[in-house]
T-cell receptor
Framework: AQKVTQAQTEISVVEKEDVTLDCVYE???????LFWYKQPPSGELVFLIR??????QNEISGRYSWNFQKSTSSFNFTITASQVVDSAVYFC??????????????FGKGTHLIIQP | NAGVTQTPKFRVLKTGQSMTLLCAQD?????MYWYRQDPGMGLRLIHY???????AKGEVPDGYNVSRLKKQNFLLGLESAAPSQTSVYFC???????????FGPGTRLTVL
């Protein structure tokens, strides 16, 4: 069965520091999709990225970057020059497309990121 | 374009009461999902639907029922609420298999 592990329960950094959130996944499928979502204090879930298992290229979007490494089953998320507005809970999630993906996302337990001014 | 909406936003029930949570999406998505979020647990899938008239069980389906009579609506029912069902419930929809899921704002349910 699939599983997503976010070992960092809470991370606290000072504004402008870089911070990396770890995500390790388990799946027996060769085709799968990985996601990151942000949940700010207001509670909504905000989509950040979707990556399929055949695309190991790193992705950069502004201050955000993602490092996907199949060899270590990891999909880590880095925020460069963090800002107070980045404070949120971040979830990594997995979808196994082999079963159609219709069985939803398997989420990690989340990492609570606190950016101190 | 409202996206995904959930009704109600908050609800307090007594043990044994029943209720229905409504999820509506205006994006013509085929796939819809219900999750629950508990402290320190992430989100867990309750039920999902791959199209109008179809539903299937997720990871934690016990105590819940669902219906998808119309493509745009996905209802989650609690027939006899229990304190263990105190949670925040999120609905989501997606346009295709394993695609990005668009989430509603959530419903905070307390069962006393």
């Amino acid at each position: 069965a699939q599983k997503v592990t976010q070992a960092q329960t809470e991370i606290s950094v000072v504004e402008k520091e870089d911070v990396t959130l770890d995500c390790v996944y388990e799946t027996r499928d060769t085709t799968y999709y990985l996601f990151w979502y942000k949940q700010p204090p207001s509670g909504e879930l905000v989509f950040l990225i979707r990556r399929n298992s055949f695309d190991e290229q790193n992705e950069i979007s502004g201050r955000y970057s993602w490092n996907f490494q199949k060899s270590t089953s990891s999909f880590n998320f880095t925020i460069t020059a963090s800002q107070v507005v980045d404070s949120a809970v971040y979830f990594c999630a997995l979808s196994e497309a082999k079963r159609g993906g219709a069985d939803g996302l398997t989420f990690g337990k989340g990492t609570h990121l606190i950016i101190q001014p | 374009n409202a996206g995904v909406t959930q009704t109600p936003k908050f609800r307090v029930l007594k043990t044994g009461q029943s209720m229905t949570l409504l999820c509506a999406q205006d994006m013509n998505h085929e796939y819809m999902y219900w999750y629950r979020q508990d402290p320190g647990m992430g989100l867990r899938l309750i039920h999902y639907s791959v199209g109008e008239g179809t539903t299937a069980k997720g990871e934690v389906p016990d105590g819940y029922n669902v219906s998808r009579l119309k493509k745009q609506n996905f209802l989650l029912g609690l027939e006899s609420a229990a304190p263990s069902q105190t949670s925040v419930y999120f609905c989501a929809s997606s346009p295709y298999l394993a695609g990005e899921q668009f989430f509603g704002p959530g419903t905070r349910l307390t069962v006393l």
